[in-house]
């Protein structure tokens, strides 16, 4: 069974910081690995995706993720957080054509 | 494109009681799920469907029911609300599970009192 870990629960920081957030999956074959954003009072959007190629992914606003294949990650980078990144991001993962898995999601908020 | 719409995005039931949540979406997509989002548990998913007429389980299916007549309708069905359903609910669609992109409805908080 695929499962998804995120580490940080709960992730402080100030304007201009840089951010990695971690996310650990758990499959066996070929995933797909996706990164939501729930800004407050909305629903998930899509941030980024990884099917297959260049393993560095860049999505929306600024924001990438690497897959490490050896180490079973997908971890979200950002070199400079911005006020209205304040949100809260979830890893997620599929097997293929199957359902997704999503982890317990990362909370950030971002200090002016 | 309306997208994905729910209704009631505001739910207030007591013990024992029944409803279905609505969900539909206009884009003509193959996949459709539910989930529940709970404080510090992530979303959970509860059923998902991969056409017409095939529906299956997710994580967290006690409780629940769904069906799947038509390719933009998904209804999730509590039959008996309790306490611990208490939660906010997504209703999600893709052109394929698990590969593409899932779009969200903008969620049904539901209160079990």
């Known amino acids: 069974a695929q499962s998804v870990s995120q580490h940080n629960h709960h992730v402080i920081l100030s304007e201009a910081a840089s951010l990695e957030l971690g996310c650990n999956y758990s499959?066996?074959?070929?995933?797909?690995l996706f990164w939501y954003v729930q800004y407050p009072g909305q629903h998930l959007q899509l941030l980024l995706k990884?099917?297959?190629?260049?393993?560095l992914v860049k999505g929306i606003k600024g924001f990438e993720a690497e897959f490490i294949k050896s180490k079973f990650s997908f971890n979200l980078r950002k070199p400079s957080v911005q006020w209205s990144d304040t949100a809260e991001y979830f890893c997620?993962?599929?097997?293929?054509?199957?359902?997704?898995?999503f982890g317990t999601g990362t909370k950030l908020q971002v200090i002016p | 494109n309306a997208g994905v719409t729910q209704t009631p995005k505001f739910q207030v039931l007591k013990t024992g009681q029944s409803m279905t949540l609505q969900c539909a979406q206009d884009?003509?997509?193959?996949?459709m799920s539910w989930y529940r989002q709970d404080p510090g548990m992530g979303l959970r998913l509860i059923h998902y469907?991969?056409?017409?007429?095939?529906?299956d389980q997710g994580e967290v299916p006690n409780g629940y029911n769904v069906s799947r007549s038509t390719t933009e309708d998904f209804p999730l069905r509590l039959l008996s609300a309790a306490p611990s359903q208490t939660s906010v609910y997504f209703c999600?669609?893709?052109?394929?599970?698990?590969?593409?992109?899932?779009?969200f409805g903008p969620g049904t908080r539901l209160t079990v009192t």
């Open positions: 999600a669609s893709t052109r394929q599970g698990g590969v593409y992109e899932q779009y």
């Open positions: 499959y066996g074959g070929t995933v797909n």
């Open positions: 990884y099917f297959s190629g260049d393993p």
């Open positions: 997620a993962v599929s097997g293929g054509y199957q359902k997704v898995t």
């Open positions: 884009m003509n997509h193959e996949y």
């Open positions: 469907s991969v056409g017409a007429g095939i529906t």
